[in-house]
């Protein structure tokens, strides 16, 4: 069933973290398994966030050889990026599986990130200016309060609550989905994609690298490759109408923009708020009521309805 949330503040920054938290703990019930975010702060002139990932949350009851394994994994994903002159400026770790740097650096990102995932077990959740994408099982409570997700300030964010249909109970199957190389572009989907295989063979045959055999993930590298093509966000929602199939509502956040789009069908759900402010749409009117619990209007958008805010 799953259920997704997004929100975008115009011209101003708010504390994104705790608001997406309310949002997504109001749709628990549509989804157990595990909760993300992408969420979006201010960006520093020449610094890269990096979120990432050395383990699955389900390897560490494995005994101590797990923890001597994640050592060696990050001292090889430390040395790939001094490699690559890569500076950490910061490193913090929210747990010994997940791990947030920031770095500056004047070289291809993109080459620097597919040399780290290499290194096996090791996955880039994000990287990019703005964008810090967090998932990890249980709901949203637990994931915030894990990660310090409440003091987060930013523009905008997107949000997912996971129920595990067709894949695995991991993070590695849980959303957000980013995908380079289009730095600060994030994802998250409630259906299912029909013509999965098929569109993520194409997009093998570009170049592209998938981490899941989530069909989710197949929209954040469609929309990275569109992007890095110089197609618009709203050209490239619109596109995908007509070349994927299946049933879904899904957001797309970037840098400075979010957007929705619905299949022809319209069959899974959305409601949307809208203010000369703020911009807030889930699943469910209950998700949205969370952060502005007084009298409001919203709607539900039609079928092959595309809509694209500027933070």
Known sequence: MCGIAGLIHKGKSAKVGSEMTAMLQALKHRGPDSTGYAVYGEPK??????????????????????????????????????????KVKDRQSATEYALRYVLSHDGETGDMAKTIEEVEGVEILSLGNGLELIKDLGDATVVSELYGLNDFVGTHGIGHTRMATESDVDIKSAH??????????????????????????????????????CDSELLAVYTAHNLANGITLEESLRKSI????????????TKDQLGMAKDTMAAKPLVLYESD??????????????????????????????RVWQA
């Not at 560490?60 to 790939?80: L, N, P, S, W």
């Not at 380079?180 to 994030?186: E, L, Q």
């Not at 007509?242 to 797309?252: N, P």
């Open 176 to 213: 957000p989905y980013w995908a380079f190389p289009y730095n600060d572009v994030s994802v998250v989907h409630n259906g299912q994609i029909t013509n999965y295989w098929i569109m993520r063979r194409e997009m093998e045959r570009k170049g592209h690298r998938f981490m899941s055999n």
């Open 277 to 306: 402010d703020l911009i807030a749409m889930a699943s469910e009117e209950v998700a949205i009521r969370a952060i502005l619990p007084e009298e409001i209007d919203t709607y539900d958008p039609y079928d092959e309805e595309v």
């Open 242 to 253: 007509s070349e994927i199939d299946g049933v879904f509502t899904y957001l797309v956040a």
């Open 45 to 86: 002139d020449g610094d890269y966030v990096m979120r990432l990932k050395v383990a699955e949350a389900e390897d560490m009851g494995t005994g101590r050889g797990i923890h001597q394994t994640i050592e060696k994994r990050i001292a090889d994903v430390e040395e790939i990026m001094a490699e690559f002159g890569a």
